[in-house]
């Protein structure tokens, strides 16, 4: 089976959000496509997981994508005996939130990254980008900085969700150090 999803569908959008998501890889097939479900379309490359929830009347099953523009989105269903991880799994269930407006710019994504590590939790900024063109107001729901984050549309209809895993704070702190930083950090160490 082949869906066909133009731009002028009012699903276009979150599908092309999930489709952003899958794995890259070819190491990890289940991964690597889109799963359908009976009211939603789900991706996940293992760092961070999409989700839209939209009325179809698609196949339920894996589906790669086959071509994917600025117009169009065409998947096609694949016989296979991969498995799709068990996404709602993973989805967190954390209490505390709080609401952030897009403007479609820096503002969102500075206000996301400052708000989470104000509490210690880290997000790659990569995943944060995607979210700022797509919805105008998010519901991001936060843990400990070993937790991912969950980022929830407000929207009612066509509603997205985003689960992004946090990044290693001691890893990050390395990598982005200058050469002259390293040196200094080797002589406090002595």
Not at 117 to 126: I, R, Y
Request: proline share 4%; hydrophobic share 35%.
């Amino acid at each position: 089976m082949k869906i066909k999803i133009p731009k002028v569908v009012h699903y276009f959008k979150p599908v092309e959000f999930v489709c952003q998501a899958r794995a890259k890889e070819n190491t990890r097939y289940s991964i690597s496509y889109v799963l359908v479900e009976k009211d939603c379309f789900v991706a996940t490359d293992g760092r961070r997981l999409h989700i839209a929830y939209f009325k179809h009347k698609y196949e339920t099953g894996l589906y790669e994508v086959v071509k994917k523009n600025k117009s169009l989105i065409v998947l096609l269903k694949v016989d296979t005996d991969d498995k799709f991880p068990k996404w709602r799994d993973i989805i967190p269930k954390h209490q505390r939130y709080f609401e952030l407006y897009s403007d479609g710019g820096v503002r969102f994504i500075e206000s996301t990254l400052i708000l989470l590590g104000k509490n210690d939790v880290m997000l790659n900024l990569d995943f944060i980008k995607p979210l700022d063109s797509l919805i105008r107001q998010w519901e991001i729901y936060f843990g400990t900085k070993e937790q991912p984050a969950r980022f929830i549309s407000a929207e009612k209809d066509n509603r997205v969700e985003a689960v992004v895993m946090p990044v290693n704070h001691e890893l990050d702190k390395i990598k982005f150090m200058t050469k002259t930083q390293k040196h200094r950090a080797k002589k406090t160490k002595k």
